[in-house]
């Protein structure tokens, strides 16, 4: 009976234990997770100007530009690759996705396909062009306009290091065009600072 009882303690203390781990796991993780939106959001904005004067064209003044407020909502490098139709022993997806990754990879990061991004929405977008914030999936009654997703914001605090990859569609009665850039970013002094840009794509 003792035994018993000495065994059911033991199990009540290494339960809080657990209990506490994984607490302490969920509160860093969160911690972590809002470091890394706050980042994404600073970055975002301390360069809208940037991402905009990057656009497949600089727009009139009459030619809204919608920024889709929802940052991360989707994943560019998976969707890209497995849009692409297979071709008999090629393995097209899977070489589209080595690529990109190498690509990025070579900028000093360690992504893979199993890499999770930062998702988070952004409530202001400070440029001086006529930029209107859009949700995800909301409808756009103009004719002409331009559209622009951030997707795959990633950052590794380690390294100071980060990036985030810009989509742009270009809409007009005649033509869709648009490309699709990323944009790497290193800390420096407390800073996130723009590097370099990539093209990834251009229709």
Excluded at 111 to 123: L, M, P, Q, R, V
Excluded at 146 to 175: C, H, L, T, W, Y
């Amino acid at each position: 009976m003792m035994q018993q009882l000495i065994y059911l303690t033991n199990m009540v203390g290494s339960f809080k234990v657990l209990k506490i781990f994984v607490l302490l796991c969920f509160f860093v993780g969160c911690n972590s997770t809002k470091e890394q939106s706050e980042i994404g959001e600073n970055i975002i904005n301390d360069n809208a100007d940037l991402f905009i004067s990057n656009l497949f064209r600089l727009p009139s003044k009459d030619t809204p530009i919608f920024v889709i407020k929802n940052v991360g909502f989707s994943n560019f490098i998976i969707e890209h690759c497995e849009a692409i139709i297979e071709m008999g022993g090629l393995s097209l997806i899977e070489n589209c996705k080595k690529d990109l990754f190498e690509l990025i990879n070579k900028e000093g990061f360690d992504i893979n396909e199993n890499t999770k991004y930062a998702s988070f929405d952004i409530n202001e977008f400070s440029s001086k062009h006529n930029v209107k914030l859009k949700t995800k999936g909301a409808n756009i009654e103009e004719k002409e306009y331009i559209k622009v997703i951030f997707s795959n914001f990633f950052v590794d605090n380690k390294k100071g290091r980060a990036f985030i990859i810009v989509q742009e569609s270009d809409v007009s009665r005649e033509r869709k065009e648009g490309k699709v850039n990323i944009y790497f970013f290193a800390k420096k002094n407390s800073k996130w600072l723009y590097m370099k840009k990539r093209m990834l794509l251009t229709t």
